[in-house]
C-alpha cells in the first residue's frame, strides 16, 4: 500500500533554532518527492521538489534530503522565524505527476 | 510563481442550500484542475481532478452529484456543494500544474450550519 508517514506530528521550538522533520515513505512507482509549508487557513506552497537522483535540494533556510534506497526525507529548517510556524507535508508523486500521495504533515510552532 | 485564486474565502450556508465554489488561474491556462478537501488537523485529500471541456474525474467515495464540477474555459473551474449539510463542512482548495510545481489556491473555508 502507498504510504507516506511524518514525523513528528508536531514540534515547539524556540526562534533562531534548528529542527528537523522526518518523512518516510512506501509508494512505487515513484517518480519525486515534494515538500509543502501550509500556513493555517491557506493553500499548500511549495518548498523542494525532489527527483530520485537527487540527495538534497535546498530553499534559503529549508534544505530537503533524499534518501531512495531507504525511502527515507527530511527537511531541515536552520535559524527558525516565527514565520516559519505551520504546518509542513511531504508529498511523494508516482510515475504519473497528478497522482499524489499526502503525508498527515507535521505541526511546527515557533516560540519566540 | 503561477497564481491560483479562488472565491469566495469563506462562506457560511445553511443545510440544504447550495454553495459554489470558483477557482481560477490568473496568469496562466490550465486544462485541468484538481480540488481537494481538508479536514482540521487532517492533509489535503484529493476529491476530484476538472477537465477542461469534459467530465470531472471523481475520486473513490465522493459523491458526484453532490459536489458538481464544471471546467468552462481554461482558466475557470467551479465546484458546487448541493444540499449542504454540516458533514460538508470544511476547507476546500483547487490546485493547478502550470509546470512541474503544483500551485494552489489560497483555500476556501465552508461552514454549513
Known amino acids: 500500500k502507498n504510504q507516506v508517514e511524518q514525523s513528528p506530528q508536531s514540534l515547539i521550538i524556540l526562534e533562531g533554532k534548528n529542527c528537523t522533520l522526518q518523512?518516510?515513505?512506501?509508494?512505487?512507482?515513484?517518480?519525486?518527492l515534494r515538500w509543502y509549508k501550509q500556513d493555517t487557513g491557506r493553500g499548500p506552497v511549495s518548498l523542494t521538489i525532489m527527483t530520485f537522483s537527487e540527495n538534497t535540494k535546498s530553499n534559503g533556510r529549508y534544505t530537503a534530503t533524499l534518501d531512495a534506497d531507504t525511502k527515507q526525507s527530511s527537511l531541515h529548517i536552520t535559524a527558525s522565524q516565527l514565520s516559519d510556524s505551520a504546518s509542513y507535508i511531504c508529498?511523494?508523486?508516482?510515475?504519473?505527476?497528478?497522482?499524489?500521495?499526502w503525508g498527515a504533515g507535521t505541526k511546527l510552532i515557533i516560540k519566540p | 510563481g503561477a497564481v491560483v485564486s479562488q472565491h469566495p474565502s469563506w462562506v457560511i450556508c445553511k443545510s440544504g442550500t447550495s454553495v459554489k465554489i470558483e477557482c481560477r488561474s490568473l496568469?496562466?491556462?490550465?486544462?485541468?484542475m484538481f480540488w481537494y478537501r481538508q479536514f482540521p488537523k487532517q492533509s489535503l485529500m484529493l476529491m476530484a481532478t476538472?477537465?477542461?471541456?469534459?467530465?470531472?474525474?471523481?475520486e473513490q467515495g465522493v459523491e458526484k452529484d453532490k459536489f458538481l464540477i464544471n471546467h468552462a474555459s481554461l482558466t475557470l473551474s467551479t465546484l458546487t456543494v448541493t444540499s449542504a449539510h454540516p458533514e460538508d463542512s470544511s476547507f476546500y482548495i483547487c490546485?493547478?500544474?502550470?509546470?512541474?510545481?503544483?500551485?494552489f489556491g489560497p483555500g476556501t473555508r465552508l461552514l454549513v450550519l
Open positions: 476538472s477537465n477542461e471541456g469534459s467530465k470531472a474525474t471523481y
Open positions: 518523512c518516510n515513505y512506501t509508494v512505487s512507482p515513484f517518480s519525486n
Open positions: 490546485s493547478a500544474w502550470p509546470e512541474e510545481t503544483q500551485y
Open positions: 508529498v511523494v508523486s508516482l510515475d504519473s505527476n497528478y497522482q499524489l500521495i
Open positions: 496568469d496562466f491556462q490550465a486544462t485541468t
